[in-house]
């Protein structure tokens, strides 16, 4: 039998807060600095922003115009979603962004037969926007009503380090492509005690491949390339320049009044669900790099209520998309060693700003995708990274232990990934009855890696040995942040701005 340690032979301690972040969520760097690492985040933001419309509008019929007009909503909705979720969800630094989690009942609605049978282009744009907008602003009640009425706060009781640990981690297992982590190697230059390539080095290496990239273009490079090479590196194929106006203020209903379809509906509540999971686990690791206490069940419940209002806002003014928590965006608060929640506020102004200002946002908007995805694979690693750090307060000595992380890891990479092969080859999900509404939300449930790890890992956690393994799962430190008043740091990190917790007490 192996020799227990000594305590002195354990030279890194369980720490409830990360150590060498430079600002934390309620510290701030200079202003000039904080416009700048905003500025930073909002090109981030870009990336998803403009991804999920370039593949979905066109699949209804949209032109460049459309797909430009869906662009700045989307960009615009994200900017007031960020400032509300920061003032009064969950106040962590997260930028509240557009999620894929909606891309299999939106494109459900997409191949509907009433709407593939409208012979006009623009016409059927038009109406399958308007069902989409429908089916959000109905299945928005999902997590309002759970965050409002605290019931997710209930069900959080039921997790636990080692439930959540395989939740995290898949939340930031993503793209994964060729990396560009200047900042990682290069962050000892320094001017004016500023580290200037680790503090801005995405900021630096997109200017630089995407100046290259509009040098090659500008050439004519590209001219005899493949139309997918064109697409994917080009700086102008897009169009979003060319097609965007130069001032444009979103509104709601724009596009219309829209349309209500209970099977549409019913699919998309399966979206709003995994929205919700992933963002719970997204909110969890943006509390570590803030370096805050984690959310306690209250304010996570608070947050998930305002992500619900935020899903609303999306489904009236026509976004194409549902709204969750941006991984990449947490991920650089690891990168730049920043969690300064002023930071994140900057960047929601500057997707509103450049949102209505429409050429400017469309020059920035044209950065090329693949670009983003080597960014993606070293901020989604990160996150993957902070939730394994959670691990550090369990016992992974445990055979419990090891046994509930490795299914749940296992089950939440492979089942997806079953889910997407099998849809790749056969043109739709393994769920296919007559039933349409049926194949689609449990298409989009085991679509999700981190919502799959969520059932298994919580399911086992809380059904096997569980009574005898408390202190294994972590759970006498876990258990201090669940309350509001279980910690003294809590007050400083998450009470609500103007006072208004006179009106809204926390729990």
Same mark, same amino acid.
């Given at each position: ?159 636990? %380090?080692?439930?959540?640990? *395989?939740?995290?981690?898949?939340? @930031?297992?993503?793209? #994964? =492509?060729? +990396?560009?982590?200047? $900042? ?60 965007? %106006?130069?001032?444009?203020? *979103?509104?709601?209903?724009?596009? @219309?009044?829209?349309? #209500? =379809?209970? +099977?549409?509906?019913? $699919? ?240």
């Amino acid at each position: 039998m192996a020799a227990d340690l000594k305590p002195e032979e354990i030279s890194h301690p369980p720490m409830d807060q990360l150590q060498g972040l430079e600002y934390c969520i309620d510290s701030n760097p200079s202003w000039g600095e904080a416009i700048a690492l905003g500025f930073q985040h909002y090109i981030l933001a870009l990336g998803t922003a403009v991804m999920i419309p370039s593949f979905l509008v066109p699949l209804m019929g949209g032109n460049n115009g459309d797909k430009v007009r869906v662009v700045q909503t989307l960009l615009f909705v994200e900017g007031i979603n960020t400032l509300l979720q920061t003032l009064f969800g969950t106040r962590l630094p997260t930028v509240i962004g557009g999620s894929y989690a909606f891309m299999v009942p939106i494109v459900s609605i997409i191949h509907d037969p009433t709407l593939t049978s409208i012979t006009d282009d623009h016409l059927r744009f038009l109406s399958t926007m308007r069902a989409v907008q429908g089916a959000l602003i109905v299945s928005s009640s999902i997590q309002i009503i759970l965050g409002y009425s605290q019931l997710w706060a209930i069900c959080s009781r039921f997790f636990s %380090p080692i439930g959540m640990v *395989p939740v995290m981690a898949l939340v @930031g297992f993503g793209l #994964f =492509d060729r +990396g560009f982590p200047c $900042g990682t190697y290069l962050k000892g230059f320094q001017t004016k005690q500023l580290p200037i390539l680790e503090r801005f080095a995405l900021l630096i290496s997109i200017t630089v491949i995407w100046a290259y990239a509009h040098l090659l273009t500008a050439s004519g490079a590209y001219k005899h390339r493949p139309e997918i090479t064109q697409i994917n590196c080009r700086t102008d194929k897009a169009y979003l320049i060319s097609s965007a %106006p130069w001032i444009k203020i *979103p509104y709601p209903l724009q596009w @219309g009044a829209p349309t #209500f =379809d209970a +099977g549409h509906c019913f $699919g998309m509540m399966a979206a709003v669900f995994v929205s919700l999971i992933e963002s719970t686990g997204a909110y969890k690791a943006a509390s570590r790099l803030a370096s805050a206490t984690p959310p306690p069940a209250h304010v996570l419940s608070r947050g998930i209520g305002w992500q619900g209002i935020g899903i609303l806002l999306d489904g009236l003014f026509g976004t194409l998309t549902g709204s969750t928590v941006s991984v990449e965006n947490i991920g650089l608060l690891g990168s730049t060693r920043v969690g300064s929640r002023r930071v994140i506020q900057i960047a929601a102004g500057f997707m509103i700003f450049f949102s209505i200002l429409g050429k400017f946002g469309a020059l920035f908007a044209s950065i090329p995708f693949p670009i983003f995805g080597a960014v993606y694979c070293v901020l989604f690693g990160l996150v993957a990274s902070v939730g394994l750090s959670f691990l550090q307060f369990t016992n992974m000595n445990s055979m419990r232990n090891l046994f509930i992380t490795g299914v749940a890891f296992f089950l939440g990479l492979s089942v997806p990934e079953y889910f997407r092969e099998y849809t790749a080859k056969a043109y739709h999900g393994p769920a296919h009855t007559r039933a349409g509404w049926f194949n689609d939300f449990l298409n989009t449930i085991f679509f999700s890696a981190p919502t799959v790890a969520l059932i298994i890992a919580v399911f086992l956690d809380n059904t096997l040995d569980y009574k005898d393994s408390a202190r294994d799962r972590g759970m006498p430190w876990w258990v201090k942040f669940r309350t509001f008043k279980g910690d003294s740091r809590n007050e400083e990190f998450y009470t609500l701005p103007f006072n208004l917790n006179r009106f809204f007490p926390p729990s």
